[in-house]
């Protein structure tokens, strides 16, 4: 008979081994001057679409003043433009520009590449795990 740990410890287990791929994840980016703040807030837009500075915020989880600064770096760095809001006078719209763009690209590919290469040390076995392991937390993250 196999002994389950109990599924409290399975989830923890799981929680730790994918905040940790997340991490080295993250790491891997091409050798240039973003942070990893900026690129989070760079793939935000990216992914999102055009936010309000606040709707950036709260995606990224930091507060409004925390994110003027990083906006004004992708600003100074031409990844990201504002333009006026349709409805609001007050408020503008961010969005990336080309550069923007291409630079998030260029993340994606450095992330994909360490991936890459580190499923390529592994077993057809191995690999095919992951891969139903990845359906299932993809229907885990659905809800």
């Known amino acids: ?11 923890a287990q799981l929680r730790d ?16 001057e ?3 703040t900026q690129i989070s807030a760079l793939t935000s837009l990216e992914l ?12 990224e989880r930091v ?3 925390s994110m003027t600064k990083i906006i004004a770096k992708l600003e100074e760095r031409g990844l990201v433009q504002r333009t006026r809001h349709p409805t609001d006078g007050r408020q503008v719209i961010l969005s990336t520009t080309e550069a923007g763009r291409t630079a998030y690209v260029q993340v994606q590919r450095a992330r994909e ?11 057809q076995e191995e690999r095919d795990t992951l891969l139903r392991a990845a359906e299932i937390l993809h229907k885990i993250a659905r809800g």
């Open 1 to 11: 008979m196999v002994v389950r740990p109990p599924v409290a410890q399975q989830a």
């Open 17 to 32: 081994a994918i905040a940790r791929l997340n991490r080295r994840l993250r790491q891997a980016r091409p050798v240039g």
């Open 34 to 36: 973003l942070t990893m």
């Open 48 to 59: 999102a679409g055009p936010l309000t500075p606040r709707e950036l915020a709260e995606a």
């Open 63 to 65: 507060q409004p003043p």
């Open 113 to 123: 590449a360490w991936l890459v290469q580190r499923m390529d040390e592994l077993s």
